[in-house]
């Protein structure tokens, strides 16, 4: 019995021996292991630049001031990733257009009515201008001062503009006869208007790129003012620049027995009366 005893106890401290051996040969192979780790910076500033739209879950968690807003789906999606998708909203490449035809503007066409001593305008400049303008800022809550910095740099030491051509309901027809500015000049054909010529744009605050791809407003009720924000500023602009020989193209076979001269066209409200009746013919 005793010898029974014996061998059970030598069997047990022989397998506690034995574990100790490999607690000490796993300790001393981690510590191995842990001389081979080295920490490395992280490199999450490249998954998402500046420049680089951020991708939103479904629902958008916007934090302003104390208030927590839920951002509706439709209006985080910037729809001009991936697939191109038209809509009624803001264009997309809004910002590379411009800046291209900021440049092309300068460099290529180079309007006539701008002298050999104006300076060239720094056409990322002139778009934070604009941008900053109407960037997160609510449609409707636009007036005819919101682009007025976008509109003075872009104006900046042009005196006056000869053979100014402006026009009603006759587009394409008065764009024909200015020839691109080689003829007569256009509101269209400065630098300012030529940059946003046919783009459509409008600010929100509740998209992380601070403007509307899906749908922009086709007016504001409670604020008149907001539509005209800035074609109507850049038809005054242009109207005050203009001197010497001043043209008018009208349509005079409108439909539905329409007067040729409207009294709430842009002509009628913001150039004539900002010509500068001493310095034209």
Known sequence: MNIFILRKFLLVLFFLVLMTINVKSSIKLVKRQSSNIRLERSNSHSINRD????????????KNKNEIKLIPKQNSVNLCNGSYIKTNGTTCGLKEIM??????????????????????????????????????????????STYESYFQYALADVNAINRSLFWSGTYTLAHDYSNRGFNYITLEDTLAAAMADGLSW????????GFDYVSCPNNCADN???DDAFWGLASKKFAEKAAGEVYLVLNGSRANDQPSFRNDSFFTKYELPNLQKTDYN
């Not at 503007?105 to 303008?133: D, H, M, P, V, W």
């Open 99 to 144: 800046i291209g035809r900021c440049n092309e503007y300068q460099y290529l066409k180079r309007g006539l009515y701008l002298s050999n001593t104006t300076q060239i305008k720094n056409c990322s400049k002139l778009y934070e201008l604009f941008e900053s303008a109407a960037r997160y800022k609510p449609y409707c809550n636009m007036n005819m």
């Open 202 to 209: 409008c600010g929100t605050e509740h998209a992380p790129q």
């Open 224 to 226: 008149i003012w907001a």
């Open 51 to 62: 420049d680089q739209p951020v991708r939103f879950s479904s629902q958008t968690l916007k």
